[in-house]
């Protein structure tokens, strides 16, 4: 569940965002930082972190503000799903990570889904595209819209990366400790039914 203050804080960094984007009235500029500075604050006062940290964040966003787009991939093998140990959280998750510019959904998808397990596949489905504040993940700073492709499996071995400690497949009944900033068991379980369901429409909100 979202939390109220941290809806705030991200509305006032994004009207920020965009005002400085379009703005070039210096005393309107100045506003608009205050307010920026305003929802560090607000991040900072409920998380115990530096406020100029979390300012630098934020003034390092560039432009309109839009949502960001996280990409995952969904690879069955022999009904079982392929997920990584994040080395951030020592938790497991489904590969995947930010889209690039300049990358379609499906390629940032099958790049991710390689660099974090190894494993070279086909995106062939759009199984989900969800708007991350409404399925049960872990309070995240920016807003951010999630989008899981079914991958088919082409080749490659197991492999870990600089994010990724360990590689493996599991069954729907012997899941892992999940890192609920990427994944929840509500989406990996209707992803599990998806593969039961093939024919079954793209869920989004």
Request: proline fraction near 5%.
């Amino acid at each position: 569940m979202d939390l109220q203050w941290l809806a705030w804080a991200r509305k006032l960094q994004a009207l920020a965002q965009s005002g400085l984007a379009y703005s070039e009235n210096p005393f309107d500029r100045e506003r608009y930082e205050a307010v920026r500075r305003i929802a560090a604050e607000m991040v900072a006062g409920c998380t115990g972190t530096d406020p100029g940290l979390v300012d630098e964040l934020f003034a390092g966003q560039a432009g309109y503000a839009t949502p960001k787009v996280d990409v995952r991939g969904v690879v069955f093998r022999d009904d079982a799903i392929l997920l990584v140990k994040e080395r951030a959280d020592g938790r497991w998750s489904l590969p995947g990570g930010w889209a690039d510019i300049g990358e379609s959904p499906a390629e940032a998808t099958e790049r991710e889904v390689y660099e974090e397990s190894g494993y070279r596949t086909r995106a062939v489905k759009l199984l989900a595209f969800y708007d991350r504040n409404g399925h049960g993940h872990t309070p995240y700073i920016f807003h951010t819209y999630k989008v899981f492709f079914r991958c088919e499996l082409l080749g490659g071995e197991p492999t870990h990366s600089i994010e990724t400690a360990e590689v493996g497949f599991f069954r729907e009944d012997s899941l892992p400790e999940l890192s609920l900033l990427r994944v929840t068991p509500e989406e990996i379980a209707r992803f599990f039914e998806h593969l039961r369901h093939p024919d079954w429409p793209t869920d989004f909100d």
